[in-house]
Nanobody, 127 residues
Framework: QVQLVESGGGKVQPGASLTLSCAAS????????TGWFRQAPGKEREAVSS???????IYKESVKGRFTISRDNAKNTVYLQMNDLKPEDTAVYYC?????????????????????WGRGTQVTVSS
């Protein structure tokens, strides 16, 4: 049974950093495409970043240079390092996994490509 559990959210001031973790079970994080998404109140869920089986990463334009997705295969965990946080980064952040057979270099920012989701962790950026 695939499960994804996010942690690491919180309330921080603008310019601060946070690292989100996504502990996976039921699969290994180097066998599925995984990604981070976020959803602000009243807005649709949007992609933040994705990492392929081979470790290729892609990012939403507005977080490039500030956010970094990575994974630790030994801990079966995916991370999202977020630096220089802005109020517009405030949202519930979700981890997701795509179990479809994919090229090892494939990564995707499409919500519909992911079939497993965590419950989310709140990130609030406010002074």
């Amino acid at each position: 049974q695939v499960q994804l559990v996010e942690s690491g959210g919180g309330k921080v001031q603008p310019g601060a950093s946070l690292t989100l973790s996504c502990a996976a079970s039921g699969f290994t994080v180097d066998s599925y495409v995984t990604g981070w998404f976020r959803q602000a109140p009243g807005k649709e869920r949007e992609a933040v970043s994705s990492i392929s089986i081979m470790g290729r990463t892609i990012y939403k334009e507005s977080v490039k240079g500030r956010f970094t997705i990575s994974r630790d295969n030994a801990k079966n965990t995916v991370y999202l390092q977020m630096n220089d946080l802005k109020p517009e980064d405030t949202a519930v952040y979700y981890c997701a996994a795509d179990s479809s057979p994919r090229s090892r270099w494939f990564s995707t920012l499409l919500v519909g490509d992911y079939d497993y989701w965590g419950r989310g962790t709140q990130v609030t950026v406010s002074s």
